[in-house]
Structure formats: structure tokens, C-alpha cells
């Protein structure tokens, strides 16, 4: 599929085959890049909680990219687990997941959007792209703990 087939991003069940492997991908990369003690990606299980939404999302047939939401207060969401598949990277995939993600946020009545990401080289693109949709640094949040590896970003709705 060509970065130019329309994107179309749904509710995803996390049963399917290429968004398990999607995820399993996102988690090993997780591992590669960082010490186990400053992984905070969800697994497959702890995505599949009721308070958490998965959006996968599709060019044509091919999975472009996941993205979630874990709403852990009436006023409070957190964004976890945004994965671009690698021959999507640069499309445009991560921008319309996250504006996805947060217009749905928006609509059901979250006002703040918290995140964490890593602080090394590795991450820059990621931390770049969320400073671009209006995530500011901030300290830990819920249950982080300061951590160097980490950082923590936030924005009101």
C-alpha cells in the first residue's frame, strides 16, 4: 500500500494477527532500547483492560500503526503504546493517531492527556512529534517515579 491509500483507524479487539504482532514488536524494541526497570509499555494483557482503548490503524489491508488510551480518572488519560510499523515511519501514521486518540479523549470528557517516552536519542522523533500536537515536559505523574531514562509530558484538551 502507498503512504498516499487513505488511513483508516478503528477500535482494534487486539485478536487480530498483525496488530498482536505489532504490539510484540513494540515491546521487544521497548526492551532493546531500554533497561527492563524504565519499561512502562503495556503487554498484550494489561492492553486488554476495560478502561484501556487500542486504535490500530490501516492502509488498505496492511497495519500502519496502533495507538492507545488508558483512562484512569474521569478527567485523566494517558497515552500508551503508540507504534508506528516501520515501513510507515515518516507518513504521517503517528500525527493521525494521536489526534485521533485525542479528539476520542476529548469526547469522552478527558481534559488532560499524560504521557511518558524515553529521554535518549532514540526517542527524539517521538518526543518531537508530541511537542508539535502541544505536550509539555512535566513531572512524574500516577504511579512514575523520577526516572533518567524517562519523560513525562502532559496536555490539556
Known amino acids: ?14 485478536t487480530g494477527a498483525a496488530t498482536v504482532a505489532l504490539v510484540q514488536q513494540h515491546l521487544t524494541g521497548m526492551h ?11 503487554d498484550l494483557s494489561a492492553l486488554r483492560d476495560p478502561r484501556v482503548t487500542v486504535w490500530s490503524a490501516w492502509r488498505g489491508v496492511e497495519l ?39 479528539a476520542r479523549a476529548a469526547g469522552r470528557g478527558i481534559e488532560r492527556l499524560w ?10 522523533a517521538a518526543r518531537g512529534l508530541y511537542a508539535s500536537e502541544g505536550f509539555v515536559e512535566c513531572e512524574p505523574f500516577a504511579d512514575y517515579r523520577p526516572d533518567p531514562l524517562s519523560t513525562f509530558m502532559t496536555r490539556s484538551l
Not at 502507498?2 to 487486539?14: E, F, K, Q, T, W
Not at 517516552?117 to 527524539?124: K, P
Open 115 to 124: 504521557l511518558e517516552t524515553g529521554s535518549d536519542a532514540g526517542f527524539a
Open 32 to 42: 532493546e532500547q531500554t533497561p527492563a526497570e524504565s519499561v512502562h509499555a503495556l
Open 64 to 102: 500502519a500503526g496502533i495507538g492507545a488510551l488508558s483512562h484512569w480518572t474521569p478527567a485523566d488519560g494517558e497515552l500508551k503504546s503508540m507504534r508506528v510499523a516501520e515501513h510507515h515511519l515518516g507518513t504521517g501514521v503517528g500525527r493521525a493517531l494521536l489526534r485521533h486518540i485525542m
Open 1 to 14: 500500500m502507498a503512504a498516499s491509500d487513505p488511513l483508516r483507524i478503528v477500535v482494534d479487539d487486539l
